[in-house]
């Protein structure tokens, strides 16, 4: 469940290199702990610090301090030339041993491989591929990147960059909690 608020910007597009850089930058250092399946092909991928979150019904969940959702779009997981995984074959009983070949790693790299495909290159030379052509005629964002500062960075179809006009409200709190002053060595 992903709380957020109005941000004190406006939505807007951005560049590719514009929204590589913000990514990389806030994503770069921070291991992969947890990867899921869900609804069908959808994908989250949580990382660097656990972040507790309210979830439904009272119950609390442990999310990353910076996600990755890909949403309705094809997609395809390899290592080198090896496919791992895509969108139209993973299912739900091998879904959890395909997905483990991403924990510990780190986004090392975006890139836009093909024109309709963007290449998140992990540091095990692990590559998922997002098809921003969208088979799946979804109107709604494709991948949505969600940064330890709470900002949301998205991937529309056909796409296109775009900084959300909403903010992650737990993972600014989160992150604050988390991330506390440095302290002082004393001197005697």
């Given at each position: 469940?992903?709380?957020?608020?109005?941000?004190?910007?406006?939505?807007?597009?951005?560049?590719?290199?514009?929204?590589?850089?913000?990514?990389?930058?806030?994503?770069?250092?921070?291991?992969?702990?947890?990867?899921?399946?869900?609804?069908?092909?959808?994908?989250?991928?949580?990382?660097?610090?656990?972040?507790?979150?309210?979830?439904?019904?009272?119950?609390?969940?442990?999310?990353?301090?910076?996600t990755l959702?890909?949403?309705?779009?094809?997609?395809?997981?390899?290592?080198?030339?090896?496919?791992?995984?895509?969108?139209?074959?993973?299912?739900?009983?091998?879904?959890?041993?395909?997905?483990?070949?991403?924990?510990?790693?780190?986004?090392?790299?975006?890139?836009?491989?093909?024109?309709?495909?963007i290449d998140?290159?992990?540091?095990?030379?692990?590559?998922?591929?997002?098809?921003?052509?969208?088979?799946?005629?979804?109107?709604?964002?494709?991948?949505?990147?969600?940064?330890?500062?709470?900002?949301?960075?998205?991937?529309?179809?056909?796409?296109?960059y775009y900084?959300?006009?909403?903010?992650?409200?737990?993972?600014?709190?989160?992150?604050?909690?988390?991330?506390?002053?440095?302290?002082?060595?004393?001197?005697?």
């Open positions: 469940m992903l709380l957020t608020s109005r941000a004190l910007w406006p939505r807007r597009r951005l560049a590719r290199d514009e929204v590589r850089a913000e990514i990389l930058n806030q994503m770069r250092t921070l291991p992969c702990w947890q990867c899921g399946k869900y609804l069908g092909s959808m994908l989250v991928f949580d990382f660097g610090e656990k972040v507790i979150v309210p979830g439904m019904r009272g119950r609390q969940i442990a999310q990353g301090e910076a959702g890909v949403r309705d779009c094809y997609w395809k997981l390899a290592q080198g030339r090896q496919t791992i995984a895509d969108s139209n074959s993973i299912d739900d009983e091998s879904a959890a041993d395909l997905l483990l070949c991403v924990q510990g790693a780190e986004i090392c790299d975006l890139v836009v491989s093909k024109p309709d495909f998140l290159k992990f540091s095990n030379n692990v590559t998922l591929s997002l098809d921003t052509t969208n088979r799946n005629e979804t109107q709604d964002c494709i991948a949505e990147f969600v940064v330890p500062d709470g900002r949301i960075y998205e991937v529309t179809r056909r796409g296109h900084l959300s006009g909403q903010v992650s409200t737990v993972r600014m709190s989160g992150t604050e909690k988390k991330r506390p002053e440095k302290k002082e060595p004393r001197s005697n």
